[in-house]
């Protein structure tokens, strides 16, 4: 035991705060604990998901933090699997003594990991799960921030019958999301007077999608639905669909064309695709703008519904300790029933079940490399048809550039001045001796080595300018001034 017999040190000691052990006890963070994928094939997802908990905290640090502690997130690589996800938690919840939990990224690994906060009675806000199935089993500790994934094709759907549009085309993986998706978007085809022509489920991924492409060429749909939660397998379907020269006016990739990485992997290939999504940066969400900005300075790229996702499923939590000045989950769990708002990521609330009955999906689709709402509101889609931007052209049609001037310095441009001279060749008397004709040759030769902008100042050292050089000057004055480039592109051909 310490014993201090001056008082002046008794004194100075208490100044510093170096006598009440409880002061030390105060400043113990709050911690709450998640697990993410950063490794597997949702390792893209996941790792939004992570950034967007940790700029949460970063925020709610830097407003003084929380019931006068600071905010500390424990994340977990759960690598895509449900099974180690749910292990991970109740590792959690039992040895690292969490205060709070908040959900893995996905309805699948969610799904896994649920039933272990609910033995635990410890409530968790689940901000990337989406599937109704989740919260059809009577859990109590579940809360959902997303809209439901059956209405991730209304949007798409209701652009598609407002046009006129009306056969419709699916194939999706045999997978938690993808199977709600369907499920919706088949109920909303009867509903909206459309036919469902083509739907084929796939387990295990083909290597070559060409097969079930085919089929749906022969169905000849109007719009087609694309659904995996394999990242790459929308990535394989929407090259093939080029590759095949399948032109189908409407085609959207389901959940992930959403993402900044699908165009970035594409690039034009994803031009006028569609997808389902819960959020988008340019809506008019409270604060929404000042989350884009500050991901943007926080990470140096832009967010995805992911982040935005965790960073409001992280913010209704962190308001809900603060409306009951508590972490017990009974009191959070009250608060959150209760409880209708609108964040980051658009509006909040649930029934009793914890069930989302208040967010709304939105529609975007690839435009000049930029995600641009496409249904958010009748609005909007009236501005599409006015812009004619909701169907996709035919292949064929797309990137078709009218060359410049410019860019005849290249091989194209040198092998039409040798097609010049080659023509004007045969047009003249041959030589009669054998020097002439050597010397043609080489000047020959020289004509065409020689970059179009030197051709004209170039010189024959045998003799001066020659009826064959007068005759290219005359040749490309002609071009300039009465071919059009369709014409020229012919005669590079």
């Given amino acids: 035991m310490l014993c201090i017999k001056n008082r002046s040190l008794v004194g100075l000691c208490i100044g510093f705060g170096l006598w009440a052990p409880s002061a030390g006890l105060a400043q113990q963070p709050i911690r709450i604990g998640a697990t993410t994928a950063l490794t597997g094939e949702a390792s893209i997802q996941g790792g939004y998901v992570r950034e967007g908990y940790l700029l949460c905290q970063k925020h709610t640090n830097e407003k003084g933090g929380l019931l006068g502690r600071q905010v500390e997130f424990v994340i977990h690589d759960d690598g895509s699997s449900g099974k180690t996800a749910a292990g991970l938690y109740e590792k959690l919840i039992t040895e690292d003594k969490v205060d709070a939990v908040l959900g893995p990224y996905g309805s699948g690994i969610t799904e896994a990991v649920a039933d272990v906060n609910e033995k635990h009675r410890m409530l968790m806000i689940a901000p990337t799960a989406a599937t109704t199935s989740i919260w059809e089993k009577g859990r109590r500790y579940l809360v959902m921030v997303l809209s439901p994934a059956e209405g991730l094709a209304e949007g798409l759907l209701d652009l598609a019958a407002r046009n006129g549009l ?9 997978a938690l999301v993808p199977n709600a998706i369907t499920k919706g978007a088949s109920a909303l085809v009867k509903s909206k007077s459309l036919e ?8 295990t991924s083909p290597e070559d999608f060409s097969g079930l492409l085919n089929k749906v060429r022969v169905a000849k749909p109007d719009v087609f639905v694309a659904g995996s939660i394999r ?27 959403l993402l900044p990485d699908y165009y970035k992997q594409l690039g034009e290939v994803a031009e006028f695709v569609y997808s389902g999504s819960f959020w988008d940066a340019a809506l008019p969400y409270p604060g929404n703008q000042e989350f884009v900005a500050a991901y943007l300075k926080e990470f140096n790229h832009a967010p995805a519904v992911q982040s935005a996702g965790a960073y409001a499923g992280c913010q209704l939590l962190i308001d809900a300790i603060r409306r009951t000045d508590s972490l017990d989950s009974e009191k959070l769990r009250e608060a959150l029933l209760t409880l209708k708002t609108k964040t980051v990521f658009g509006d909040f609330a649930v029934d009793d079940r914890g069930y989302q009955i208040a967010h709304k999906a ?9 995600q641009v709402v496409a249904s958010h509101g009748a609005d909007r889609g009236r501005q599409l048809a006015r812009e ?7 292949w064929s049609a797309r990137w078709r550039q009218e060359p410049s001037w410019r860019s005849y310095r290249s091989r194209a441009r040198r092998e039409r001045v040798a ?13 009669a001796d054998r020097a002439t004709r050597a010397r043609t ?9 020689v970059p179009p902008a030197d051709l004209r100042r170039h010189r024959l050292r045998e003799q001066g300018p020659s009826r064959n050089e007068r005759a290219i000057r005359a040749y490309w004055k002609s071009l300039r001034t009465a071919l059009d480039a369709d014409h020229l592109q012919s005669v590079i051909r």
């Fill in 441 to 449: 040759r080489k000047r020959d030769r020289q004509a065409r080595q």
């Fill in 362 to 370: 939105v529609t975007i689709q690839w435009q000049d490399g930029k």
């Fill in 196 to 203: 469902l022509v083509f739907l084929e489920t796939y387990r």
């Fill in 231 to 257: 990242f790459e397998d929308l990535l394989a379907i929407t090259r093939k669909l080029k590759q095949l020269d399948i032109n189908i006016p409407m085609v959207s990739a389901v959940p992930y064309g």
């Fill in 419 to 431: 097609c010049a001279v080659h023509a004007h060749q045969r047009s003249r008397p041959a030589p």
């Fill in 166 to 174: 009306k056969r419709v085309a699916v194939i999706q993986q045999d």
């Fill in 388 to 394: 004619g931007r909701q169907f996709a052209p035919v």
